[in-house]
């Protein structure tokens, strides 16, 4: 194993150095709203009953990342038992999903800040015998504890950006190494394993191992859960339009797409999903503008509807998207009309619906092609022709009926990238 570079070193000597900082810096940070009420298990003063050794530390960072690691989750605790499984997550949707949806999980806890007398106050509690880190959340200070400590690292589900070769070159030793310290790293695409190779050569450790999230427990409905479902959010009869992650900039263009095709098509509505239900009020007031008659999903939950046949949803809860797409007869996944990257295309794909999206897929590169290839997914350019897209397949059901099947056999194809992890897992597992 290669030592740390020079460089780890002053960022570590640094952090020691502001230790008599923490104390005002985490009260400032505390008030965050991102951070605020889980200070705490951060700072690893409040602590949760550790795992049972050996145990499986299991990070993921965000809802997509806890998404993608739900497959992992649920054939470790089917193997290992749930006592055996940690799980921490950085944010609190993160946390409210993984809480929802790993069934059968009893350690959960925050990711603690990477922080030398933190990193060590986290692994002598929790004392985990191997780590899987998803997709790529690199810590400086957790890999070198982890690393002295013979703690075995697997990064899964791997993303490599394109932004990585745009690394400064004084940090780049920094995360060479950190990629090295990993004894096994699975990819998802042939396009992740290029990256990660031009970056740095010296790496033996990575192969493509695909992407989890085609193994997540199949989202689709029965009948009569979406006729209940239907009945208890207040939507319209008729076809369903489901704008999920979306972002500032697109709410706007989207409440003009749904008043033109009204006035063309009779028996529609929508759901539409905010990336950040902190912004569920920001998006309330762009419907009412509109003119768009809404119910708010939290009223709903205690079955409660500002009107009985809505236009749309507002999606205002966490964890909630996948099985909202069942509703939809075609998807539209935000993030992609401005310049946000995109999000990931597989939830509605798995629902077998049409998916449609706008041109800034950057993120999700590989998703797209895979889609777009299997004649799945259609990108849009703008509003005018999001409207066309979605009037254009309700208009015609054959076509509307065959993206419905290229999607679900899509999504059929790409399984497989849990097995090969577990089967990783079960290798390297002391």
């Not at 550790?50 to 993921?60: D, E, K, M, N, T």
């Not at 070769?165 to 396009?191: N, V």
């Not at 909202?324 to 990257?341: D, E, H, P, W």
Request: glycine fraction near 6%; charge should be neutral; hydrophobic fraction near 40%.
């Amino acid at each position: 194993m290669t030592k740390p570079p020079l460089i780890f070193h002053f960022l570590k000597g640094l952090l020691i150095l502001a230790r008599p900082w923490y104390p005002f810096l985490t009260c400032r940070l505390g008030k965050s709203p991102g951070l605020k009420g889980t200070m705490e298990p951060r700072l690893m003063r409040e602590k949760i009953q550790p795992a049972i050794p050996p145990s499986i530390w299991l990070h993921a960072v965000s809802v997509g990342e806890v998404e993608a690691a739900i497959p992992i989750a649920l054939r470790i605790i089917k193997r290992w038992g749930a006592d055996s499984l940690l799980v921490t997550t950085t944010t609190k949707e993160g946390y409210a999903v993984a809480q929802k949806k790993i069934v059968e999980l009893k350690h959960l806890t925050y990711y603690p800040f990477d922080i030398p007398h933190i990193i060590d106050k986290f692994l002598d509690h929790y004392t985990p015998s191997l780590y899987i880190c998803m997709e790529t959340e690199l810590w400086p200070i957790l890999t070198s504890a982890l690393t002295k400590r013979n703690i075995t690292m697997i990064l899964a589900n791997g993303r490599v950006s394109d932004r990585l070769k745009g690394t400064p070159w004084l940090l780049r030793p920094l995360y060479r190494w950190m990629f090295q310290a990993y004894s096994w790293i699975g990819l998802q695409t042939d396009e992740d394993f290029q990256r990660l190779k031009s970056f740095t050569s010296k790496i033996d450790n990575a192969v493509v191992a695909g992407n989890t999230k085609f193994d997540l427990p199949d989202p689709s409905l029965k009948p009569d859960e979406i006729a209940d479902l239907m009945r208890t959010i207040g939507l319209r009869d008729g076809s369903v339009i489901v704008f999920g992650s979306t972002h500032p900039g697109e709410e706007e263009i989207i409440a003009d797409v749904f008043n033109s095709l009204k006035e063309r098509l009779n028996d529609i509505s929508m759901i539409i999903a905010p990336r950040h239900i902190t912004r569920a009020d920001e998006v309330a007031s762009i419907l009412k503008s509109a003119g768009i008659t809404f119910n708010n999903r939290t009223d709903t939950l205690d079955g409660k509807h500002n009107h009985k046949n809505a236009d749309c949803l507002l999606l205002d809860t966490v964890g909630e998207l996948t099985r909202m797409y069942s509703l939809g007869q075609i998807a539209f996944v935000g993030g992609s009309l401005i310049k946000r990257g995109g999000h990931n295309l597989l939830e509605p794909a798995a629902a077998g619906l049409p998916v449609l999206h706008g041109p800034y897929m950057d993120n999700f590169r590989a998703i797209t092609s895979f889609l777009h290839n299997a004649n799945a997914a259609l990108e849009v350019a703008d509003g005018d022709a999001l409207k066309n897209a979605i009037y254009e397949l309700l208009s015609d059901s054959s076509k509307l009926e065959r993206m419905k099947q290229n999607s679900l056999d899509a999504y059929e194809k790409g399984k497989g990238a849990t097995d090969r992890i577990i089967s990783k897992i079960e290798e390297l597992m002391p």
